[in-house]
């Protein structure tokens, strides 16, 4: 069973960039396509980000396009998210899942989650 561990999350003013990383073990990550969702205080989760196994094909929500890109090391077992121009709006937990069926969008296709990470971008 995969266990998946996020990290890299932190405190950021407005405009900082930070990476997360998401690391898994128990299992091989290149089996799994990959995604990025957040949750923000009083929100429902939101997707973020995903990436196909071979790291060949990325989606993103249209929030982030263009400031965020997400990557995969298959190799390090690792999944990463490169977050850039952050915005207040952007303070969330951020969570790496495994998708095992379903849309890359909805968080029920993933049958496997890390414990989030705490990203506060200050304004």
């Known amino acids: 069973q995969v266990q998946l561990v996020e990290s890299g999350g932190g405190l950021v003013q407005a405009g900082g960039s930070l990476r997360l990383s998401c690391a898994a073990s128990g299992g091989t990550l290149s089996n799994y396509a990959m995604g990025w969702f957040r949750r923000a205080p009083g929100k429902e989760s939101e997707f973020v980000a995903h990436i196909t196994w071979s790291g060949g094909s990325t989606y993103y929500a249209d929030s982030v396009k263009g400031r965020f890109t997400i990557s995969r090391d298959n190799a390090k077992n690792t999944v990463y998210l490169e977050m850039n121009s952050l915005k207040p709006e952007d303070t969330a937990v951020y969570y790496c899942?495994?998708?095992?069926?379903?849309?890359?969008?909805?968080?029920?296709?993933?049958?496997?989650w890390g414990q989030g990470t705490q990203v506060t971008v200050s304004s």
């Open positions: 899942a495994a998708q095992i069926s379903g849309s890359y969008y909805n968080g029920r296709s993933y049958g496997y």
